[in-house]
């Protein structure tokens, strides 16, 4: 079975100040990791995956995410938060291999302010 | 080329009666995916679909089904609504190589409203 734990319903940062949502992931086969933003009103865009290659991922937007294994974490940072980085994000983990079927944590507002 | 989209965007209906919802993937997405997402739960896996068949199904009563066409296009039923039912229903497609599954793209979703 697959889980996922987004320590922080509510994540509030001043403008320019670094942003870190924390992810923690359980999976008893290599996962798949996945960060993905929902603005208001709108469906899921991915922000970046992890797919076994490199273990720093960087994605759109300027964030990135680092893959540990040994912490079973996979959190997502940006140096320099902007406004428009307020949204909700949702980590995601599914099997390498098989089934497509994604698992979610519960996700992160994220406050930007000014 | 265009993004996953969904009809309706939004929808009403009442306790009891029963409601289809569209999807149309990215060209070339041969996987479709639905998710449900509620303030309570979040984001639920519903099923996911591949050429046709129903490869994986969540944990949802019975009362949801769906179906991919030939096209890819893909549909969802819920029968007999209620209002736990309301939600913001969303599908997603990806692109499967030599059976190896690509991230999942999203559609805007349909906010179904049951009262």
């Known amino acids: 079975a697959q889980s996922v734990t987004q320590l922080g319903s509510h994540v509030s940062v001043s403008e320019g100040a670094l942003v870190l949502l924390r992810c923690n992931y359980s999976s008893s086969v290599p996962p798949y990791l996945f960060w993905y933003v929902q603005y208001p009103n709108q469906g899921l865009q991915l922000l970046l995956k992890?797919?076994?290659?490199?273990?720093l991922v960087k994605g759109i937007n300027g964030f990135e995410a680092e893959f540990k294994k040994s912490e079973t974490s996979f959190h997502l940072t940006k140096p320099s938060a902007h406004m428009s980085d307020a949204a909700e994000y949702f980590c995601a983990v599914r099997r390498a291999q098989g089934a497509q079927k994604l698992v979610f944590g519960q996700g992160t507002r994220l406050t930007i302010n000014p | 080329k265009a993004g996953v989209t969904q009809t309706p965007r939004y929808l009403i209906k009442t306790r009891g009666q029963q409601v289809t919802l569209s999807c149309s993937p990215i060209s070339g997405h041969r996987s479709v995916s639905w998710y449900q997402q509620t303030p309570g739960q979040g984001l639920q896996f519903l099923f996911e679909y591949f050429s046709e068949t129903q490869r994986n199904k969540g944990n949802f009563p019975g009362r949801f089904s769906g179906r991919q066409f030939s096209n890819s296009r893909s549909e969802m039923n819920v029968s007999t609504l209620e209002l736990g039912d309301s939600a913001l229903y969303l599908c997603?497609?990806?692109?499967?190589?030599?059976?190896?599954?690509?991230?999942?793209?999203f559609g805007p979703g349909t906010r179904l409203t049951v009262l």
């Open positions: 992890y797919t076994s290659a490199a273990t």
């Open positions: 997603a497609s990806s692109l499967v190589i030599q059976g190896n599954y690509n991230e999942q793209f």
